[in-house]
């Protein structure tokens, strides 16, 4: 059980295991801070665009709720939540696109650091081509 334990935390304490813990913890904050921005920010101004619909309470009523004489609700409307569908499509948009821009900018610098790197293991000197025009005209020379 003791060995057991112990492959256990060999395991987690590997440097792919702990970097993905960290993704996921900055992914779900960033999942929160996006969620923020759509309904805080983006849904307001579609709203005011649209005139005042607010695109996350917009549901196709399929069934219409049951009120008794008193005026309380019996049976529960059936609907179709489509703005709430409709927020976390424009959530999931901004994600990937943010997501988009941050691979490609990782991108970039790798390519430039891989430029970099080879433009410094890049050989310093006569290329082939000119040492062999030198060793021809040594031989004509003798």
């Known amino acids: 059980m003791k060995n057991f334990f112990n492959e256990f935390k060999t395991f987690i304490m590997r440097g792919n295991v702990l970097d993905m813990a960290v993704g996921v913890v900055i992914a779900t904050a960033f999942g929160k801070i996006t969620s923020s921005l759509v309904s ?9 665009i649209t005139g005042g619909i607010d695109l996350g309470y917009l549901n196709i009523v399929i ?7 008193t005026g309380t609700l ?4 059936i609907t ?5 569908f409709l927020v976390t499509i424009i959530d999931f948009i901004i ?15 790798s ?5 970099k790197k080879e433009e410094e293991a890049a050989p310093t000197g006569p290329s082939e081509v000119e040492l062999l025009s030198e060793i021809l005209e040594e031989v004509r020379k003798k």
């Open 74 to 77: 019996v049976q529960e409307p």
């Open 80 to 84: 179709i939540g489509i703005g709430n």
């Open 40 to 48: 805080d920010v983006i849904m307001p101004v579609i709203g005011k």
């Open 111 to 115: 390519e430039k650091l891989v430029k």
């Open 63 to 69: 069934k219409e709720g049951i009120f008794d004489e």
């Open 95 to 109: 994600i990937a696109f943010v997501i988009f821009l941050v691979i490609k900018a990782i991108n970039k610098a």
